[in-house]
């Protein structure tokens, strides 16, 4: 049965990913995760969260003093 969105929760919930999560950028892994987080909250798709340590060294940059906020998940 496929999942729908408008059954996830409100407040989110946060439970670890059952799947490997790979991001491939340029043709370059810089993703090969086996412990991702997957984020489900009412009305949006699944958010999955990657442990600093699973990305490669390099592959992040700080986006120049810019924050976004969610009244649920704080600062980012």
Request: hydrophobic residues 35%; proline residues 11%.
């Amino acid at each position: 049965m496929a999942e729908s969105v408008w059954d996830y929760p409100r407040p989110p919930r946060v439970e670890p990913a059952e799947r490997r999560i790979r991001v491939v950028l340029g043709g370059e892994t810089i993703v090969d995760a086996r412990a991702a987080y997957r984020v489900l909250e009412t009305s949006h798709p699944p958010v999955y969260y990657i442990p600093r340590d699973e990305i490669a060294e390099g592959a992040l940059v700080p986006a120049g003093g810019r924050t976004t906020f969610c009244e649920w998940k704080g600062t980012a």
